[in-house]
């Protein structure tokens, strides 16, 4: 079942930290300790071998060799950015669905009347989850077992056997179809209101049909195998090549055309394998994260409950179409008082209520009796105004918007090398530098027919 811990994480305090970091279920101790133990083991046993028989014997300097390569390489495998992209994929189809789960809550409040509609709709739940989820089929292990339990009658099952499909074709769809149908029976028979509320009714039940169509395409096309492969193997081969390259090693060592001279220490002895453990729950962690989240509905502790699921759906379903024209009589209230003030209870008081308001409303510029004087805006400054202001303006040629007759015999003019283009117009200054009326200082240029010319 999921694991909830929102109440140890209710304020942010040191104790609540160290109560969540000391959960067993589904945490992160729980996954890694398996792994963390035979690394360790086979990380002491190494250790031992070195210091206690190669050391001796002063046969370290094909060891020390082969870790001092370990270590430069172990930069090659980049195994953080590897693990960031592939856990944001996993969260995202993660996301999904558990979006798409497929509550029955707004089905029933739609269809209301309908009960039998809302039994098909689980029923048609219940054929999806079996063929996606272990928890399911463990509960409904045969038709026979869904039988047992009500969600299906004999009729319903001999009709569901009938119809004629090849077995690798699902049948998750016959459920929805005799939904629908009766929607579409209690339309004919004037048991709908109107016809957009019809539509609305097969809406949603094709919203719900398409939540499970969702998870279902999740299933059966999981991410390409490849790409957890490749992430797995990284992470467990970086940690394999730490035995060796986060050993400490003794004796004289050659990196980077410099050799050196290492003695030993029981510091370093002691700090080397303790920050490689630190590392490996941190990354072998965020790759347990992965794992479980590549099949929500599994059975690991953080999976979707989705047994629950179909026991919330069938009797809330069935609950609120009992509750059909079932509601309170209105009355005038408390809050119908214009002078209504909120209640607390007597222990909530000592908590602050922050309201929500602007950054800047409490900054008092001006009091509201203030004579604040207000003025139009002045004109944008245009070419006379730069330069009466001493802002040196290059003439810019322009060209004046051509009529629909000049766009016509665009094609046919020719203007030969040489020819003056009168169609353009150097702007110049206007008379007066100080006017500060808009202008364009754009001089029109008439052009002449082109049948006169002819």
Known sequence: MTVSYNFDVSSNSSANFLRLLLRWKGSIWKSVLSELLIW?????????????????????????TIAIQFDDAGSYIPITFMLAFFVSIIVTRWKTTFANMGWIESCALSI?????????????????????????????????????????TDEEEEKLEMIDLDKSYNKYW??????????????????CLSAPGTVSLINEIKIFRNNLATICNFDWVPVPIAYPQVIFFAVRMFFIICLISRQHIVGKITREDKTYEIV?????????PLLTIIQ????????????????????????FESNFLIDK?????????????????????????????????????????????GSVS???????????????????????????????????????????????????????????????????????????????????????????KV
């Open 112 to 152: 209301n009347s309908q009960i039998i509609s809302k039994i098909y709709l689980v029923l048609a739940q219940i054929l999806t989850f079996r063929d996606i989820s272990i928890r399911v089929r463990r509960r409904f292990p045969n038709i026979d077992s869904i039988s047992k339990a009500g969600f299906i």
């Open 362 to 452: 409490n900054i008092t510029l001006a009091q509201n009796d203030d004579n604040v004087t207000m003025i139009p805006l002045g004109p944008r400054a245009s070419i006379g105004d730069s330069l009466s202001m001493g802002l040196d303006r290059t003439p810019t040629r322009r060209r004046s918007r051509p009529n629909s007759f000049q766009k016509s015999q665009k094609s046919k003019r020719h203007i030969s090398e040489g020819e003056p283009n009168e169609a353009y117009e150097i702007d110049e200054p206007p008379c007066s530098p100080t006017s500060h009326k808009f202008s364009t200082h754009l001089t029109k240029v008439e052009e002449k027919d082109e049948e006169e």
């Open 313 to 357: 759906n069938i009797f809330t379903g069935i609950k609120i179409c009992d509750e059909f024209d079932n509601c309170p009589s209105l009355f005038f209230d408390n809050f119908s008082d214009p002078n209504a003030a909120p209640i607390y209870s007597v222990d909530s008081q000592h908590y602050t209520n922050g309201a929500l308001i």
């Open 280 to 303: 490996f729950i941190c990354f072998v962690g965020w790759l347990k994260v992965a794992e479980a989240l590549l099949n929500p509905l599994g059975e690991d502790d953080d999976d």
């Open 264 to 272: 030993f220490n029981i510091t370093v002895l002691v700090c080397k």
């Open 174 to 191: 016959v459920p929805i179809h005799w939904a629908i149908t009766l929607i579409i029976r209690a339309d004919e028979k004037k048991y």
């Open 40 to 64: 360790c083991g086979a990380y002491l046993i190494i250790g031992f071998l070195y210091h206690c028989f190669l050391r001796p014997h002063k046969q370290t300097d094909i060891f020390n």
